[in-house]
Structure formats: C-alpha cells, structure tokens
C-alpha cells in the first residue's frame, strides 16, 4: 500500500490530537479506569461520520462544505460562523502557544515561569511560521509524520511498560460501563468522547485531500480507507493514554495532569518512560500547533470567498493567508498575561459547539435536493447516526460550558 494514501487522514489525527486530549484521557483514565474505553471507539466512529459527511459533499460538488454553506445559506451564516471563527481562532491559538511553552520548559527540566513560557511558546509558534511558509506542504506533511512516530510510539511504549490487566482491557473496549465517580462519571465519559480528536479542524479535511489530488468522486473510497486509517490511529492514541491515566497519582489539570503522568511514570518504570512520554507530548502539541497555523488560514480564505468557488490553486496563493498565519502566531500570545486554565476554559467551550452545528450542517446540506446528487446523499442510516451525534454532542457541549462557567 502506498503510505502517501493515509496522509490526509493522519494529518486531521495529528492535528486534532493536542493538550486537551491528552489530559482528557489521562484524567479519565484516572478516575474512571479502563472501563470506559469503549468510550475512545465510540467517539472516534463519530468524528469519523461527520468528517465523511463533509467529503462526500466536497467530492460531489466540487466545493468545500464551508463553501457550499456560504453560498447556500446567505449572509446570516457568513456572519455567525466568522464570529466564531474568529473567535476560535483566538483561543485554540492561545491554549497552543502556551502549551508548547510549558510542554518545551518542562522537556528541558525548567520551571515554566511565564517569561519562559512566553519564550518557548513564542519560538514554537515562529518555528511552525517558518516552516509551513519557506517548507511548503511536502515539508509540513514529513514534519508532521515525525511528530506522529514520537507520539504514538511514546503513548504505545509507555502503556505497554505498565503491564495493565489486559482482560479489563477487552472487556472496556467491548464491554459500555460507566463507574462510579462521585457524581462525575458521566460528564467524564462525554469528554472522553467528545475530547479526543479536532472539533474546527474536521474542516481542514477538506484542504489536505485537494493538496492530494482528490477531486472526483471515485475518490471517496480513498478517503474511507484514509479516514478509517487515521481514527483508527486517534482510537489507538487514546485508548494507550486511559491505560497510562489508570496509573496517575495527583490533582493536576490540564498540563499539570501531563506533568504527573510523566514524572509518575518516571518512578514507576524508570526515568526513560518519564522523558519518552515528555517527548511524546510534546511532540502532539508542537504538531497540533503546526496543523492549525498550515490550515486555519485555508479556512479563513474560503470563508472571505463567500461561496465564491476561488480557483484552489490562486487560493493558496492569496495575501490573506500569510496575513491571517502571522496574525495567528502572534496576536494569541496576549493570553500569555492570564493562568493556561482560563485559556484552556475559554477553548474547551468554544470547541464544544462546533460538533452539534456541523452535524446540524450535515443533516441540512447533504439531504437537500437540487444542493447534492441523489446517489450522493445521506442515507436512511448515515441520518439516524447524525440526528444521534447531534443529540449526544448537544448535551455534551451543554454540559462542558454549564461546568467550565460555574452554571
């Protein structure tokens, strides 16, 4: 098999896998144990609808869904979803740059005071500007398939060091059970479903596979294969971190949580398993980071088109993506002045919306006639899964923004 067919599908992982991630399925892992692992499949068979829900329409029409909304729905939706846009940019580049700084410190054994935070994450944030505008796509994608060799195999290695129980494994992966935790065990499940993988950057799907060259519709079943290859890929990433968060001691969250799971690895198994899984999570921010800074401002130019159908190669080269890239690097590195736990806030909630809207997106442009070919739109199925993942990501984003702002 040509490895360049999954390249796609592993760029939305990579980018989709970052602090968040992490620390939701550690944290699970911690108070919930390997009981909820059917949880990691669950969600990532979800993600994995939504993200072929939208190639299914860029394949048949030829158009990017964000395009096709634009054009289909008018000027309330070009208003509404850049407001949000905006917004999420702000944020997920916020909870980024810092956690790159405090990932970089912790690496090197340094205290992530914030003037060393605002260093590291400053640097890691011009170090992926370089990168994407002097490397080209090419250099990105190989950069990236460096990335995803530390993560997974640091997150594997690790969890395999540890020796768990693999009867319990099994039978958390087949098995849906919630155990108790004091009243918290269900929104736990939800984040873990919810959490791990992207929320915007489903969108940048699109992008990737018109840098690969798929335009027809025949080449929908590369991209199942593709898209099946890297959920695949994000299932395995955070079933090997709830392993991992099963052998967690300590109150921390977010990156604090990392940063017991290393050193608590470190006198588990050895100081190697603590620098291996430093690196490792590392390595799933920094790229995280990098897939946002190469696509987002894609995203950006399609949503300025307005449904216009822009030539994708004069797209690429418009003035507006450099500036939106340079803008996202920098203008973020603000929240560098309040606690990584209010930025992170900021962005959990933010990010909860978007799953609930795209389903509703789906489940409108994919069904509607005289919008999609006939022999290309949802099925009776494909619709009963994305009603369920709106209900399921509805309550889900209630819940997470009730907590995160004290309701």
Request: charged share 10%; proline share 2%; with cysteine.
């Amino acid at each position: 098999m040509n490895l360049r067919i999954i390249v796609p599908g592993l760029l939305m992982a990579m980018t989709g896998v970052g602090v968040g991630d992490l620390a939701t399925s550690g944290f699970a892992g911690m108070k919930l144990g390997v009981a909820v692992l059917w949880a990691v499949l669950l969600g990532a068979g979800f993600k994995y609808l939504l993200t072929e829900g939208l190639t299914r329409w860029q394949l048949s029409t030829g158009e990017t869904l964000l395009s096709g909304a634009s054009r289909h729905l008018g000027k309330p939706f070009f208003i509404l979803f850049g407001i949000y846009f905006i917004l999420w940019s702000y944020f997920v580049g916020a909870a980024l740059i810092s956690a790159c700084g405090v990932s970089a410190a912790a690496l090197i054994g340094m205290s992530p005071t914030p003037a060393i935070k605002a260093v590291f994450g400053l640097g890691h944030s011009f170090l992926a500007v370089l990168l994407i505008i002097y490397g080209g796509y090419r250099f990105f994608v190989r950069v990236m398939e460096a990335c995803a060799v530390l993560l997974f195999a640091a997150v594997v290695i690790c969890a395999l060091a540890i020796s768990p129980d693999w009867g319990a494994v099994i039978s958390g992966l087949t098995i849906p059970t919630i155990p108790d935790a004091g009243g918290q065990e269900l929104s736990w499940v939800i984040a873990l479903m919810g959490g791990v993988g992207g929320t915007l950057t489903i969108l940048c799907y699109g992008y990737w596979i018109r840098e690969e060259g798929r335009n027809k519709w025949d080449d929908l079943k590369l991209s199942r294969l593709d898209l099946a290859i890297g959920y695949l890929l994000t299932a395995l990433f955070g079933i090997a971190m709830v392993i991992i968060g099963t052998y967690a001691t300590g109150s921390g969250k977010g990156l604090g949580l990392i940063l017991d799971i290393g050193n608590n690895l470190g006198l588990q198994i050895g100081s190697w398993a603590q620098i291996f899984f430093l690196v490792g999570a590392w390595g799933a921010i920094f790229s995280s980071l990098l897939g946002v800074w190469q696509a987002v401002p894609m995203l950006f130019v399609d949503w300025m088109d307005r449904g216009g159908k822009c030539d994708w190669d004069k797209q690429k080269k418009d003035q507006w993506q450099k500036i939106y890239l340079l803008l996202l690097a920098t203008i973020p590195a603000f929240s560098l002045l309040f606690e990584f736990k209010m930025v992170q806030k900021a962005y959990s909630v933010f990010g909860a919306l978007f799953m609930p809207f795209l389903a509703i997106l789906l489940l409108y442009m994919n069904n509607r006639k005289g919008l999609i070919g006939k022999n290309h739109r949802n099925g009776w199925l494909t619709n009963g899964f994305l009603i369920a993942i709106l209900v399921f990501f509805a309550w889900a984003s209630w819940l997470q923004i009730s907590k995160k702002l004290g309701l």
